[in-house]
T-cell receptor, first 118, second 116 residues
Framework: AQTVTQSQPEMSVQEAETVTLSCTYDTSESDYYLFWYKQPPSRQMILVIRQEAYKQQNATENRFSVNFQKAAKSFSLKISDSQLGDAAMYFCAYRSGVSNFGNEKLTFGTGTRLTIIP | ETGVTQSPTHLIKTRGQQVTLRCSSQSGHNTVSWYQQALGQGPQFIFQYYREEENGRGNFPPRFSGLQFPNYSSELNVNALELDDSALYLC???????????????FGPGTRLTVT
């Protein structure tokens, strides 16, 4: 079974600064996807960024980028130029890449609460 | 494009009662997944529905059951409620095209269930 670990329950960053959230995972599969989701107080889970395991290039979405280290099974999220609207719970998630019915579930970590200091 | 919607927003039930939660998938999506998120935890996969059939289930007892309708909306039913069932229940929809790679799951705002 796959597991996802987020070892930082809480992080804080000064507005406009850069912060990195950590995530490690364990799997025996070679084909999978990794995601970062953001959950603000409104509770809605919002997809921030995704990474396909077969791609060596790290994914980037505007101010959000990842550092994907497949051998180390590490998947960190870097937020640049932090904004007040970035304050939320951030969840790292894993999904198998095999399109086999029943394998499409997301496995989440326990989350990191990010606070932005004005 | 209409996003994923869930109803009700929150509700309170008594231990032993039954509850039904509803989810309307995003326009064009044919697959619905349900997750339970306990306070301070990440979401846990309950089950997934595709073509009105359950395919894939997490570690949840049979008193958690569901339905998917021809319009791809879905219900989550929980019988014999227990105090530990108190949680945020999230629905996510996605598009599956045959055996192609699955697409991202898009989440609704959730239903907060409190069992007393």
């Amino acid at each position: 079974a796959q597991t996802v670990t987020q070892s930082q329950p809480e992080m804080s960053v000064q507005e406009a600064e850069t912060v990195t959230l950590s995530c490690t995972y364990d799997t025996s599969e070679s084909d999978y996807y990794l995601f970062w989701y953001k959950q603000p107080p409104s509770r809605q889970m919002i997809l921030v960024i995704r990474q396909e395991a077969y791609k060596q290039q790290n994914a980037t979405e505007n101010r959000f980028s990842v550092n994907f280290q497949k051998a180390a099974k590490s998947f960190s999220l870097k937020i640049s130029d932090s904004q007040l609207g970035d304050a939320a719970m951030y969840f790292c998630a894993y999904r198998s890449g095999v399109s086999n019915f029943g394998n499409e579930k997301l496995t989440f970590g326990t989350g990191t609460r990010l606070t932005i200091i004005p | 494009e209409t996003g994923v919607t869930q109803s009700p927003t929150h509700l309170i039930k008594t231990r032993g009662q039954q509850v039904t939660l509803r989810c309307s998938s995003q326009s064009g999506h044919n697959t619905v997944s349900w997750y339970q998120q306990a306070l301070g935890q990440g979401p846990q996969f309950i089950f997934q529905y595709y073509r009105e059939e359950e395919n894939g289930r997490g570690n949840f007892p049979p008193r958690f059951s569901g339905l998917q309708f021809p319009n791809y909306s879905s219900e989550l039913n929980v019988n014999a409620l227990e105090l530990d069932d108190s949680a945020l229940y999230l629905c996510a929809s996605s598009l599956r095209l045959g055996t192609s790679r699955p697409y991202e799951q898009y989440f609704g705002p959730g239903t907060r269930l409190t069992v007393t």
